[in-house]
C-alpha cells in the first residue's frame, strides 16, 4: 500500500525550530517529486516547498524561504522539513505529499499523508 | 507566480443539482499543469482531476474538468451527498505549486 505518514509536529514557542519527516513506503520515493503543504485553521491549502526527485532542486514559498529546508533521504524512504524561527502564522497542519514522478508525463499530488500539527504559540 | 482565483467561494446545492466550479489562472497555463482536489472536513486532500480533464482513479464519471488559458473549470454533473465538501484547483508551475483558496460546496 503506497502511504505517507508524518511526524514531529506538536507545540512550539515562536522563534523556536522544529523538524517535521514523513516516512515513505510502497513505492520507489526516487523517483517522484516530493513536497509539504500546509493548511492553517479554517483556511485553504499552501505549498510550502518541494524537492525534486534527486534532491538537486529545492524551491520554498516566499514566506518560508530562509527558515525552512526541505531535504530527503532516499535510501532511509524519509523526507523532512526542518522549520526554524517559527512564527504564529507557520501554525497549521503539514501534510507530506507526492508529486509528479519521472518522467512527467502528468502532474499531480496523488499521495497525501495524514497530517501533522505544529502549533507555534507562546 | 501564477495565482488562482477561484469562484464563487460558497456554492449552496441540493442533492442531484449540477455543480459548476470556476478556477482563474493570472496568467496562461498548460492545461498539463492543473488539477483539483476534494477536501472533507478532517480529512486530507483528495485528487479528484489532473491535466485539466484527466480523472483520477476511482472518481466517478459524474466528475469533469475543462479550460485552457486562462479559465479552468470542474463540473459534478448530478450531485451525490458526499461531494459536498471543499474543492482546491492548483497549478505546477516551474518552480512552486499554487493552490487556489477553494470553493466550499455545501448543502442548501
Known amino acids: 500500500e503506497v502511504q505517507l505518514v508524518e511526524s514531529g509536529g506538536g507545540l512550539v514557542q515562536p522563534g523556536k525550530s522544529l523538524r517535521l519527516s514523513c516516512a515513505a513506503s510502497?513505492?520507489?520515493?526516487?523517483?517522484?517529486?516530493m513536497a509539504w503543504v500546509r493548511q492553517a485553521p479554517g483556511k485553504g491549502l499552501e505549498w510550502v516547498a518541494n524537492?525534486?526527485?534527486?534532491?538537486?532542486?529545492?524551491y520554498y514559498v516566499d514566506s518560508v524561504r530562509g527558515r525552512f529546508t526541505i531535504s530527503r533521504d532516499n535510501v532511509q524512504r524519509s523526507l523532512y522539513l526542518q522549520m526554524k524561527s517559527l512564527r504564529v502564522e507557520d501554525t497549521g497542519v503539514y501534510y507530506c505529499v507526492r508529486g509528479p514522478a519521472v518522467p512527467y508525463f502528468y502532474y499531480n499530488v496523488d499521495v497525501w499523508g495524514q497530517g501533522t500539527t505544529v502549533t507555534v504559540s507562546s | 507566480e501564477v495565482v488562482l482565483t477561484q469562484s464563487p467561494g460558497t456554492l449552496s446545492l441540493s442533492p442531484g443539482e449540477r455543480a459548476t466550479l470556476s478556477c482563474r489562472a493570472s496568467q496562461s497555463v498548460k492545461t498539463s499543469y492543473i488539477a483539483w482536489y476534494q477536501q472533507k472536513p478532517g480529512q486530507a486532500p483528495r485528487l479528484l482531476m489532473y491535466a485539466t480533464s484527466i480523472r483520477a482513479t476511482g472518481i466517478p464519471d459524474r466528475f469533469s474538468g475543462s479550460g485552457s488559458g486562462t479559465d479552468f473549470t470542474l463540473t459534478i454533473s448530478r450531485l451525490e451527498p458526499e461531494d459536498f465538501a471543499v474543492y482546491f484547483c492548483?497549478?505546477?508551475?516551474?518552480?512552486?505549486?499554487?493552490f487556489g483558496l477553494g470553493t466550499k460546496v455545501e448543502i442548501k
Open positions: 492548483q497549478h505546477f508551475g516551474g518552480s512552486s505549486w499554487t
Open positions: 510502497g513505492f520507489s520515493l526516487s523517483t517522484y517529486w
Open positions: 524537492i525534486k526527485e534527486d534532491g538537486s532542486q529545492k
